[in-house]
Nanobody, 119 residues
Framework: QVQLVESGGGLVQAGGSLRLSCAAS????????MGWYRQSPGKQRELVAA???????NHADSVKGRFTISRDNAKNTVYLQMNSLKPEDTAVYYC?????????????WGQGTQVTVSS
């Protein structure tokens, strides 16, 4: 069983910064990709950024130039550095890990961390 524990959310003013962390139980090399998603009330969960086991990254257009996903393999942790935050970034942010085991795909989610950006 994989556990993903997010931390780093909170309340920040517009223009401020936060860094989210997602700590995985065990090696993150097991995962083909890890990502951050977010969901605000009344909206569908959306991909914010993802990083593959090889280090290739992908960021949503809405956060390009402001958010950066990274990973520390030694700490089994993935980060999301969020700069120049806007009120529309307010959401619950979830960590996700995907991979395959014995030919079957799997996907795990963390419990989520609230990010609130005040104007």
């Amino acid at each position: 069983q994989v556990q993903l524990v997010e931390s780093g959310g909170g309340l920040v003013q517009a223009g401020g910064s936060l860094r989210l962390s997602c700590a995985a139980s065990g090696s993150i090399f097991r995962f083909n990709a890890m990502g951050w998603y977010r969901q605000s009330p009344g909206k569908q969960r959306e991909l914010v950024a993802a990083i593959t086991s090889g280090g290739t990254t992908n960021h949503a257009d809405s956060v390009k130039g402001r958010f950066t996903i990274s990973r520390d393999n030694a700490k089994n942790t993935v980060y999301l550095q969020m700069n120049s935050l806007k009120p529309e970034d307010t959401a619950v942010y979830y960590c996700n890990a995907q991979g395959t085991a014995w030919g079957s795909p799997f996907s795990y989610w963390g419990q989520g961390t609230q990010v609130t950006v005040s104007s």
